[in-house]
């Protein structure tokens, strides 16, 4: 059943299918092809037997084992905005260049016939994002319009022709258009172009959604980097840059924390220079003015006592005056990048350590958007809070360290005081000698302590060297575009063009409740047909006459042979034509009927039962009397039977409407009429009213020998059928046949049509 209905929309198919691929192959036409570019580069620590700045500061021998990478950092550093910007900076993307033909505008990269430059750093967004329109009229003058910002030829303060090479202001940007050695003035004057200045944000965005970093397998140092493109050149270069992007980053990060300590030390050292000069000066001066013996040996353990307490000192100063530089740093909020991590100055803190990392780490981070002009970005402010957090837990932990380096450093005073005491005992001025040779030697310690420190950072940053290179420079990895795919672009044009024809068939028939097919009828119902009657295409009531040869006057023909076949050893055949609902053409079928028995010789009446309302039939016989008459008493048999103009058909008319029908046709005068039209004639079609309206049909049914129900297609309810098979299995109906009215001939794969009635030949399915 679902078969015929998708043959008979066999065009609908077609026709969607032909559509659909047509759009496939403009699809693939026009769509701009998208290439797949690769790269790989190595990620991996400095060789486990190279030496650190730890290793220097703390004196350390011996080969350490690189820690073992985090892939998904490294993937997300290399995935995060700030770093694709970077790359950005130093690629000429910043504009982009088209050509444009009757239905497609495609992007040029390569051999250029013109350029566009600006001052990156005062350029605002009302140039950015929107297309500018682009024609040379020669080599020296081009037009140019921007219809997002009303820069066009109607617009009269904005003059479209300008000269090549001279600057143009655009809403306040000046922007300068020359061309290149490759414009040809042939091939490019006259041509429309494009040209799109993007926003930073724009085209960093975008090249982030069109990277894909595959997560490396068997614990491989290798990363596969791709990029999504529409020429493969671009994204050669993009990659190319982007990698080696990651490896400047990968060596400054190494020389960071040598160059930041190698500042610090600097700024020490120059504070110490001035203390240490002056007191050489007090010293020569105290030389000068003053004779003094060597210390005795009281003294001298004395002094070598309080150089010891100094030497812990002169530490203790070191580490006093970072906390507070970091502390000062905070404070101001300046160089927060740029912070010196503890451990390169020999203070041995973990988490201290780990705080400044973290900081110096967001916050170069949180730079990146800023100089891209991203301050409003969600990714930025959630940066800023993490930063405040961690500054405010660090200011915590540096002031608990001065806390206690001043305690150290206090208790270490306590104990001066008692050597100081005791050299106190010697003369005047050898004491006063001995506290400036003390304030000397113990700047000159903290002094000689920073220049080791100077010359190990700068041996660390001379040496420094990293593992990260690239394996595999950037390649066209597809060849052939990945997008869009032409056969599967065709593969899915063949299954729409397929599918939604199938879905609306589908569809149509689920939704509908109408009888639609002769296969509707045999599985919703037990009862036979008896036959299909096809469509009338005109207005006559007749559909059968001596010489009619169309297709609806055939059908009845065999259906007159099926009743033949079916009143074999019979007298006569009592038909009762009914429906289960009124304009289902129950009447057309009594006329025709009862014609096409009478045109085979067959004596056959015509009685018009249905006592409710005038039906079409009562229409056709005009007769004033009928059966409601003679059931009423008023005439006899004779006096209802009227001839036609077919001497072997005869009609017996409704007659007055009764106002009580049903027990009219209960009245023992119907008997008698039907066992005298037996006698007389070979059929007795009976027209009624509607089976399941009224009580009428069931009464009739009595005396019948066949009841004809018709259905009509796409008309009569499916459920109207089934519930009248209902009364066909309970036996509350009998001797039942079903006639599937109004189907189009062309349904039929069998026709008898050979002629029409105006004997034109016509093609048989």
Same mark, same amino acid.
């Given at each position: ?511 509908? !409740?109408?009888? $639609?097919?002769?296969? %509707?009828?045999?599985?919703? +119902?037990?009862? @036979?047909? /008896?036959? =299909? &009657? ?97 059931? !009423?008493?008023? $005439?006899?048999?004779? %006096?209802?039977?009227?001839? +036609?103009?077919? @001497?072997? /058909?005869? =009609? &017996? ?104 009635? %105006? ?7």
């Amino acid at each position: 059943m679902l078969l015929k209905r998708l043959l008979a929309h066999k065009y609908l198919f077609l026709v969607s299918v032909l559509l659909f691929l047509t759009g496939g192959y403009f699809h693939n036409l026009y769509t701009p092809p998208v290439y797949m570019v690769k790269s790989s580069v190595l990620v991996k620590e400095a060789d486990p037997g190279q030496t650190d700045m730890a290793h220097i500061l703390y004196e350390k021998q011996g080969s350490v084992e690189a820690p073992p990478k985090n892939m998904a950092d490294e993937i997300a550093i290399l995935k995060s905005y700030p770093f694709i910007y970077r790359t950005m900076r130093t690629l000429n993307f910043r504009v982009s260049y088209y050509t444009k033909d009757r239905l497609t505008t495609r992007e040029m990269y390569e051999k250029l016939p013109f350029r566009v430059s600006f001052i990156d750093s005062t350029l605002t967004n009302t140039v950015t994002g929107s297309p500018f329109q682009i024609t040379f009229i020669d080599k020296n003058y081009y037009t140019l319009e921007n219809e997002g910002y009303q820069l066009t030829k109607e617009n009269p303060q904005w003059k479209t022709q300008h000269k090549v090479g001279e600057t143009v202001t655009v809403n306040g940007n000046p922007i300068l258009v020359e061309v290149t050695p490759d414009f040809d003035p042939a091939q490019h004057a006259r041509k429309p172009f494009e040209f799109i200045i993007h926003d930073w944000s724009d085209l960093v965005m975008s090249a982030k959604a069109n990277v894909s970093i595959l997560f490396p397998e068997n614990e491989s140092s290798v990363l596969d980097i791709y990029y999504e493109t529409s020429i493969p050149q671009k994204g050669i270069d993009f990659l190319n840059a982007y990698t080696q992007q990651y490896i400047d980053y990968k060596y400054e990060n190494k020389n960071k924390a040598a160059t930041q300590t190698l500042d610090f030390i600097d700024e020490q050292l120059t504070a110490f220079r001035s203390t240490l000069t002056q007191i050489e000066k007090q010293k020569e001066a105290f030389k000068a003015e003053n004779t003094y013996s060597e210390a005795n040996s009281m003294t001298d353990r004395g002094l070598t006592a309080l150089s010891e307490l100094e030497n812990s000192k002169a530490a203790l100063i070191v580490s006093e005056r970072y906390y507070n530089s970091i502390l000062e740093s905070l404070r101001s909020e300046r160089n927060l990048d740029r912070l010196v991590v503890p451990s390169s100055i020999g203070i041995n803190d973990p988490l201290l350590n780990n705080l400044i990392n973290q900081l110096v780490e967001l916050q170069i981070e949180r730079n990146s958007f800023s100089s891209g002009g991203q301050t409003k970005n969600p990714v930025y402010q959630e940066l800023t809070i993490k930063i405040n957090n961690i500054k405010r837990t660090l200011r915590e932990n540096l002031n608990s360290l001065l806390a206690s380096n001043r305690i150290q450093i206090n208790q270490i005073n306590s104990r001066s005081r008692t050597f100081q005491e005791s050299v106190n005992q010697v003369p005047k001025a050898e004491r006063q000698f001995v506290n400036i040779d003390r304030l000397y030697t113990l700047n000159s310690t903290i002094y000689q302590l920073l220049l080791q420190k100077k010359v190990e950072a700068g041996i660390i940053k001379a040496s420094a060297t990293i593992q990260n290179r690239v394996i595999e420079p950037a390649y066209n990895e597809s060849g052939a575009p990945i997008q869009p795919k032409k056969t599967n672009t065709y593969i899915l044009a063949l299954l729409l063009g397929l599918g939604l024809p199938f879905a609306f068939v589908w569809l149509k028939g689920a939704l509908n !409740n109408k009888i $639609v097919s002769k296969d %509707d009828v045999m599985s919703l +119902t037990s009862m @036979p047909v /008896l036959g =299909t &009657i096809y469509h009338n295409t005109t207005s006559s009531p007749y559909a059968i006459t001596t010489n009619s040869r169309t297709a609806i006057s055939e059908s009845f023909r065999v259906l007159r042979s099926t009743l033949n076949s079916m009143s074999v050893n019979k007298s006569s055949q009592v038909l009762l034509v009914t429906s289960t609902s009124s304009g289902e053409g129950k009447t057309f079928n009594s006329i025709n009927i009862a014609s096409s028995l009478a045109l085979a010789r067959k004596k056959t009446i015509l009685l018009n039962l249905d006592l409710r309302i005038y039906s079409q039939l009562h229409k056709l016989m005009k007769q004033e009397v009928g059966m409601s008459s003679y059931l !009423n008493g008023d $005439v006899a048999i004779k %006096d209802i039977i009227f001839p +036609t103009d077919n @001497p072997m /058909l005869d =009609t &017996i008319a409704t007659g007055p409407l009764p106002n009580n029908p049903a027990e009219l046709i209960l009245d023992d005068r119907f008997p008698l009429l039907i066992n005298h039209l037996r006698d007389n004639y070979d059929y007795i079609i009976i027209d009624s009213p509607p089976l399941g309206i009224v009580s009428d049909p069931f009464i009739i049914a009595r005396y019948t020998d066949l009841n004809i129900l018709v259905i009509r297609q796409n008309y009569t309810p499916k459920d109207k059928l089934v519930e009248l098979d209902s009364m066909y299995q309970e036996g509350r109906i009998r001797n039942v046949g079903i006639i599937l009215n109004d189907v189009p001939a062309s349904n039929d794969k069998y026709q008898y049509g050979y002629f029409s009635e %105006d004997k034109k030949k016509v093609k048989a399915l």
